[in-house]
Antibody, heavy 118, light 112 residues
């Protein structure tokens, strides 16, 4: 059974930082494209960032470029998202998602909630 | 960015009756490699999204055959041949041809 388990969400002030993590099991992680997708009432579903199986290629939405950094550790089956200079509009549930890049994720985690507020 | 629109945004249906959701993109979704990356997701209440259909018409493993996808270019459709109670939720189309990949606003399906 495939499991993607996120952690690291919480309440942070505008301008602050947060690091999200995702641990994967049940998949050959080192051969799986991984992404972060967020969901908020105001912006709906939004693909935030993606990273190739080797980590050699990364992709970012314009709304987070320069502020967020995606990374992975294939030896530990982990995916991270470092989020800096957070804004109120970054408030959302962040999903770790795996596989099927152009065809959309095959697998989704349960999500971790990020709230940016003073 | 490619804008995805869906209609209707709300779809009350009768159990056992068919349902149809339309999705349109602001640009053609034909990739340079010849594939069309239009995908459909279902999100049941309180759950994470789940992919139902990829590349227009390919059903994912475990997805009932009452779900089908069709379309080309910029116009696509998700059809449910006979709605069941477990189909209640929000359905999203998503394009994976042009980065950043984008989702439609969602169509909420519920039972009349």
């Amino acid at each position: 059974e495939v499991q993607l388990v996120e952690s690291g969400g919480g309440l942070v002030q505008p301008g602050g930082s947060l690091r999200l993590s995702c641990v994967a099991s049940g998949i050959t992680f080192s051969k799986t494209m991984m992404s972060w997708v967020r969901q908020s009432p105001g912006r709906g579903l939004e693909w935030v960032s993606g990273i190739s199986d080797s980590g050699g290629s990364t992709y970012y939405a314009d709304s987070v470029k320069g502020r967020f950094t995606i990374s992975r550790d294939n030896s530990k089956n982990t995916l991270d998202l470092q989020m800096n200079s957070l804004r109120a509009e970054d408030t959302a549930i962040y999903y770790c998602a795996g596989g099927g890049f152009n065809s959309g994720p095959d697998y989704w985690g349960q999500g971790t909630r990020v709230t940016v507020s003073s | 960015d490619v804008v995805m629109t869906q209609s209707p945004l709300s779809l009350p249906v009768t159990l056992g009756q068919p349902a149809s959701i339309s999705c349109r993109s602001s640009q053609s979704l034909v990739h340079s490699n010849g594939n069309t990356y239009l995908n459909w997701f279902q999100q049941r209440p309180g759950q994470s999204p789940r992919r139902l259909i990829y590349r227009v018409s390919n059903r994912d493993s475990g997805v009932p055959d009452r779900f089908s996808g069709s379309g080309s270019g910029t116009d696509f459709t998700l059809q449910i041949s006979r709605v069941e109670a477990e189909d209640v939720g929000v359905y999203y189309c998503m394009q994976g041809t042009h980065w950043p990949f984008t989702f439609g606003p969602g169509t909420k399906v519920d039972i009349k």
